[in-house]
Nanobody
Framework: VQLVESGGGLVQAGGSLRLSCASS????????TNWYRQAPGKEREWVAS???????SYSDSVKGRASISRDNAVNIVYLEMNNLKPEDTAVYYC?????????WGQGTQVTVSS
């Protein structure tokens, strides 16, 4: 199973992006799908999660500006972010935790210009 992130890019401050995390195959026994990000010189930080029951949660840094959702029909989890800030600049990674372990994607770069 592979996760592939897409939707990153260069956006001006105040703009919006929708990131996608697509699974190459059906993942059984999913517990949650999560977004993390890592800015240059910083540790990877958790951004948002959605459980298999579609219960979302967000870090304080994006709460009110982000929305995570999942489309089980096509095995995609989305992270929509609005009112982007330069401090949101990072590589965004998708992670799925299942009963048998977890899997990570390769990341997608988000750059927010001021």
């Amino acid at each position: 199973v592979q996760l592939v992130e897409s939707g990153g890019g260069l956006v001006q401050a105040g703009g919006s992006l929708r990131l996608s995390c697509a699974s190459s195959d059906i993942i059984w026994n999913i517990r949650s799908t999560n977004w993390y990000r890592q800015a240059p010189g910083k540790e990877r930080e958790w951004v948002a999660s959605i459980t298999n029951d579609a219960v979302p949660s967000y870090s304080d840094s994006v709460k009110g500006r982000a929305s995570i959702s999942r489309d089980n029909a096509v095995n995609i989890v989305y992270l929509e972010m609005n009112n982007l800030k330069p401090e949101d600049t990072a590589v965004y990674y998708c992670n799925t935790v299942a009963g048998w372990g977890d899997v990570w994607g390769q990341g997608t770069q988000v750059t927010v210009s001021s």
